[in-house]
Every structure is written in C-alpha cells, then in structure tokens.
C-alpha cells in the first residue's frame, strides 16, 4: 500500500470512529466464489488494527464451495497449510448497518493480498481490476450498471419442502399470479421496500429505479451507473446484503437464487456497460447501433465468448433452471436491438447512452466474476475488430440461425457442459489468468460431482416402484 493510501485508509476510520461513537462492533468480510460473505466480528478496538495491518483469513476462502466445505483439490486447503493472507479494506465500503438496534454494528468490506503486497490471485476483485487494466492501456473508462432480480419467499416451505410466496402484509393472502410491472405487488410491499432504499442510501448504494417482476413476490433494483467499475460491484454485494437483512427483519425472506420456482419466472443480473475514451465520450455513440463499428466490434466479442463464460454467469446447478425458450433468457448467442429474446441487447436509448445490456447472467452468479468476463469479450472484439453477425429480430427463440445463414450454436444448458468448457477457454486464460481459471473450475467440478451423488425425492417417486 502506498504512503498515500495508508493515510487515505487511517483518515477514512479515524472520521468514520469520531462520527459514530455508538458503533461497538464491526463486520469484516468478503465475498467468496459464490459471494457468500466470509468474515469476522471485529470489537471497536480492532478495527484500527485491521487498517493498519489488515485481518487475516486463510486463502481458502476461495476454495469453498457453497456449504463451506475446501474443495481440497484446489490445493488451497491442507497442501497449502490452510495458510492465512492478510485482507485489506477497500476504500469507501465502511458503512453503518442500519437493520441493526442501536446503531451498534458497523461493516467493512475487504480483500485479499499475498503477504509481500501482491494481489491474490484467487480473489474475484482483483481478477476484475486485472482486466480493468486492459482498458486502461487503451485509454478506454468503462461506465456500468447492474440490474438486480430477486423473490421474497415466505420462511416457511410448503408441503413438499419447496418455497412459496410469503403472505401480503396488506391482504394476508399469498399470490400466485404473475403480473409484471403491477403497481398493486409494489403498493402491498411498499413498507419494505422503503426500507431497503433507506438501507441503500445509508450504505451509499445508489439505486434508482423498482419494479415487479413476472413471478409472485419477485422484484428488480436498477443501480446507478457508474464510472468505477470496482465500485459498482463492491455496491452490488453490499445491495444483496442489504435486501436479505431488511426482508428477515419483515418475517420473509430475501433470495437471489437464479430458479426458486419450477414454474415461475427466473431471476437475473443484467449488466449494462459503455466506453468513455480520454475526452469522456461514449464511443458507442451513434443514431443507428449497426452503423457503430466500435459497438458492432464490442458485440462480435461478446457473442463470441458467451458459450465458454456460461459458468461464470451460471455457476450452480439452478442456474440452469432458467434455460427454457421464451423465459427471457437467451439460449444462443444472439444480439438485438431491443428484444429481450436476445443474449446481447442494445436497448432503446438517445446516441448519447447508447450501450450494451448483458442478459445472460443469473442472480446466483459472482458480479466482479460477470463483470470481468464481459469486460474481457468487449476488449477482445475491440482489439481484434471483430465483426458480429447481423442482429436477430422477431422471436429470438425461434431462430437456429442468423439472417445471414450462419448457424446460432446453442449456448451450454448443462452445469456439467459448461465446467469443461470455461477450464479449456483460452479467453479465461489470458484474461482471468490461468491459475484463477483453474481454480473456480475445480471448485464447480467439486460442486457439481458432490450435488450429483445425492439421491433425490423426485427420484425416488419417480422411479421406485416401477423400476
């Protein structure tokens, strides 16, 4: 850490210590590969130590899979003595906790470092901030912003141990209809979400715009878009955080898996990104996005890497629950202008905000790992200016091929399709770095084969008896 940044780190705690007297207690965490937040509860008097020195967790933090457990094949567990590597605080992330009585708790996000200063190789953030660096040698600013969707469940599970919508706080009843865009789902949960917007603002996460989404009790968060694409994401974790905590305060639940229910509407993180150059132009742009050779570029790259970055963005098995035509998820590498059928979209927008929407990611998914996979497609159709095919309209789930004739190559629908094909992607591997890529497709491979020796209800329902 530089002189200036150790200064910049002690003033930002000695401000936030004087301001806030009541804060006893401090929670320090990171996120691991499935963003699970991983951590620890520091007194008052500790916490100037952590930024002086930083807190120590062993690098297996990014070995776990989603119960905790090592995935020992790593070779971050025992073969690395479960080392411990210091976790520093990431500027602008001490907040107070607002769903907390008293005032009493405050939070700090962190990352980790090997103990000589170098950045951790296993860690999302600064797999993110190394291909940041791309751009930076191009004299190119990415702006982003993150769409968030997310169901309110009840905590309770229904007969066959499966969620069901919680009960209106207005009607008592609980809603099984779909209704997108209703003013009513939003007036009947309007108390809570206040409170998450006032979470929000405490926490500076600047959301902007709510809506409800085709499933019961399903919802979507617009963030602001942002300049600092590290930010943007440190905020997007602290957003999930923030919805999860107010929704158990209010007696539900808060969840941002991908397919909670079979028959509903799945839940998904769209990302929407542009490019600044030196003089803070967006070079996308343009009246008319077929006429834009930078956006056309940027869109080649991200059709052409969506098939080997399908783990990143679907990393579980319910990730590819979402997978069914006509869900607004797209099933081939597609692009469009405004069709929500399409992987690759450019919404309706005036020149200025021309962009580019992500649709292929789920809630579940890692947001540094989603942003730096799109990030890296966009810089290696910029570099290699590449051409897209022409874009799909009509039902995009409809079409096998593009109007040109070229074939439309189904996108990976199979968790276990999409682990081999993400270790063996050469874009992984010069953008992420090699020995990141093997490390989040061993721990998926040691997900997927534990989730497939279990036996499960449906099984055994299914096919006992006849069999």
């Known amino acids: 850490m530089s002189t200036d940044a150790a200064a910049a780190a002690q003033s930002e705690i000695a401000t936030f210590l004087a301001s806030h007297p009541q804060v006893r207690f401090f929670d320090?965490?990171?996120?691991?590969?499935?963003?699970?937040?991983?951590?620890?509860?520091?007194?008052?008097?500790?916490?100037?130590?952590?930024?002086?020195?930083?807190?120590?967790?062993?690098?297996?933090?990014?070995?776990?899979?989603?119960?905790?457990?090592?995935?020992?094949?790593?070779?971050?567990?025992?073969?690395?003595?479960?080392?411990?590597?210091?976790?520093?605080?990431?500027?602008?992330?001490?907040?107070?906790?607002?769903?907390?009585?008293?005032?009493?708790?405050?939070?700090?996000?962190?990352?980790?470092?090997?103990p000589d200063g170098r950045a951790f190789f296993g860690d999302p953030r600064h797999v993110l901030a190394r291909v940041l660096e791309k751009f930076q040698r191009l004299n190119l600013r990415p702006v982003v912003a993150l769409e968030y969707e997310f169901y309110l469940v009840d905590r309770e599970r229904d007969a066959a141990g499966q969620p069901q919508p919680p009960?209106?706080?207005?009607?008592?009843?609980?809603?099984?209809?779909?209704?997108?865009?209703?003013?009513?789902?939003?007036?009947?949960y309007s108390t809570l979400l206040a409170e998450i917007d006032s979470a929000c603002r405490a926490q500076g996460i600047p959301t902007t715009t709510a809506l409800a989404e085709y499933g019961p009790g399903q919802y979507e968060v617009n963030l602001q878009h942002h300049d600092d694409v590290l930010a943007a994401c440190d905020e997007a974790l602290r957003f999930k955080r923030v919805v999860k905590s107010i929704a158990r305060g209010r007696g539900c639940e808060a969840t941002f898996l991908a397919k909670p229910y079979r028959d509903m509407a799945g839940s998904g993180l769209?990302?929407?990104?542009?490019?600044?150059?030196?003089g803070g132009r967006n070079i996308f742009e343009c009246d008319d996005p077929s006429q834009c050779a930078d956006l056309r570029h940027a869109v080649a790259g991200l059709l052409d890497t969506l098939g080997e970055g399908t783990l990143i963005c679907a990393p579980g098995p319910n990730s590819y629950r979402r997978f069914r035509p006509e869900a607004y998820v797209p099933m081939t590498p597609s692009w469009s202008v405004n069709n929500r059928g399409s992987a690759i979209r450019i919404p309706v927008s005036d020149r200025r905000n021309r962009r580019i929407e992500h649709r292929l990611a789920g809630a579940d998914a890692n947001p540094y790992l989603v942003m730096a996979w799109v990030l890296a497609g966009i810089h290696r159709g910029l570099s290699r200016g590449a051409e897209p095919p022409p874009p799909v309209s009509g039902n995009a789930y409809r079409q096998t091929e593009a109007s040109d004739g070229a074939s439309l190559e189904p996108l990976p629908t199979h968790w276990a399709a999409a682990v081999p094909r993400f270790r063996a992607s050469g874009l992984a591997h010069e953008y992420l770095g090699k020995p990141f890529t093997e490390l989040f497709a061993t721990v998926k491979q040691g997900e997927l084969d534990e989730f497939n020796s279990w036996i499960t209800p449906l099984e055994i329902a299914r096919y006992l008896g006849p069999i």
């Not at 976790?87 to 607002?98: A, H, S, Y």
């Open 270 to 278: 769209h990302l929407h990104v542009s490019l600044q150059d030196a």
């Open 167 to 188: 009960r209106s706080p207005e009607t008592g009843r609980r809603e099984f209809r779909t209704q997108i865009n209703s003013m009513t789902d939003l007036n009947e």
């Open 28 to 114: 320090v965490f990171l996120n691991d590969l499935n963003t699970v937040e991983r951590g620890k509860r520091i007194d008052r008097a500790g916490i100037e130590r952590i930024y002086q020195g930083g807190m120590l967790l062993p690098g297996s933090m990014f070995a776990l899979d989603v119960e905790g457990g090592t995935i020992e094949s790593t070779g971050l567990g025992f073969d690395d003595g479960d080392a411990d590597r210091p976790c520093r605080p990431i500027p602008g992330t001490l907040w107070p906790v607002p769903w907390q009585p008293d005032g009493a708790i405050a939070q700090l996000q962190v990352s980790m470092f090997e």
